[in-house]
């Protein structure tokens, strides 16, 4: 059985500076990884997906994330945050076409 | 962006209403799914369908029902709405293969008065 665990339920940033959230997962196979972000009354919308290529995975909005399997990780990164990253972020396992979602870290990112 | 929609956005209505939510996608997309989240959580899914005529229960028990007579179409229908189907109702799909990422609507907000 496949799970995720999103290390933290809310992280606080001022703009301009590094965002981390933390996503630990773990899976009988090899697994696909997706991390989506939800803005406020918005539905999911996909950043990047990691499926077995390259380990450094590069999104949409300047994010990225690095595949760790000794680590059995998946953390998101972006180098200075902007006030629109504001939002609702769900680390997501997928395996045998199943989706299974982390419980969502909320970014809040200040002046 | 993903060509996916659901309507209505919002919908309040009385408890013993018959409810349907519709969901459509142009993407040609086979696979089909509809997701309960409430505020501050995750998602749960509720119904999924791998094609038309097809469709299965989700993780999460439901009394929604789902229907997939066309390839674009999967609504959702609620019989009679109970205050306890207060929820955010989210429809996706994804294209075929494994693993494929999902592609969302903005979702369905329901309250049930």
């Known amino acids: 059985a496949q799970s995720v665990t999103q290390l933290d339920s809310h992280v606080s940033v001022s703009e301009g500076t590094p965002v981390l959230l933390r996503c630990n997962y773990s899976?009988?196979?090899?697994?696909?990884l997706f991390w989506y972000v939800q803005h406020p009354n918005k539905g999911l919308q996909l950043l990047l997906k990691y499926t077995s290529a390259a380990t450094l995975v590069k999104g949409i909005n300047g994010f990225e994330a690095e595949f760790k399997k000794s680590e059995t990780s998946f953390h998101l990164t972006k180098p200075s945050a902007h006030m629109s990253d504001a939002a609702e972020y769900f680390c997501?396992?997928?395996?045998?076409?199943?989706?299974?979602f982390g419980k969502g870290t909320m970014l809040l990112v200040s002046p | 962006e993903a060509d996916i929609y659901q309507t209505p956005r919002y919908l309040v209505i009385g408890t013993g209403k018959k409810i349907t939510l519709e969901c459509s996608q142009t993407?040609?997309?086979?696979?089909m799914y509809w997701y309960q989240q409430d505020p501050g959580m995750e998602l749960h899914l509720i119904h999924y369908?791998?094609?038309?005529?097809?469709?299965e229960k989700g993780d999460l028990s439901s009394e929604s029902t789902v229907s997939r007579i066309r390839t674009e179409h999967f609504p959702l229908t609620l019989e009679s709405a109970r205050p306890s189907h207060t929820s955010q109702y989210l429809c996706?799909?994804?294209?075929?293969?494994?693993?494929?990422?999902?592609?969302f609507g903005d979702g369905t907000r329901l309250s049930i008065l």
């Open positions: 369908s791998y094609g038309v005529n097809s469709t």
């Open positions: 996706a799909s994804s294209g075929a293969g494994s693993n494929q990422p999902q592609h």
């Open positions: 899976s009988s196979y090899s697994p696909s």
């Open positions: 997501v396992v997928s395996e045998l076409s199943t989706l299974t």
């Open positions: 993407m040609g997309h086979d696979k």
